[in-house]
């Protein structure tokens, strides 16, 4: 599926930012993840609410303060899709 090129940047920005042993992990889920919501949305590409909701669906609760303070570090507003919809403990 294609990418919004800002979001895909961003996204990359983003990965690059997570620690070295869990980069890889973290990367493919959230791809995965993102262009099914992309997908789901009937959509031709994924964009930023996208990569949120992937993060937001995928990230174990030990990372969820380190995934907020990345994404916010990262251009992404997720405030602006109406995240945090379930915080974890």
Request: no cysteine.
């Amino acid at each position: 599926m294609l990418w919004e090129a800002k979001t895909e940047n961003k996204f990359k920005t983003l990965i690059s930012k997570i620690p070295v042993f869990h980069r890889h992990i973290a990367e493919s889920v959230v791809r995965v993840q993102a262009e099914k919501i992309a997908f789901l949305r009937n959509s031709a590409r994924v964009e930023d609410q996208d990569v949120i909701g992937a993060f937001f669906s995928d990230v174990p609760s030990p990372f969820y303060s380190m995934m907020v303070r990345i994404l916010e570090q990262t251009g992404f507003d997720y405030k602006k899709y109406g995240f945090p919809k379930n915080i974890k403990s």
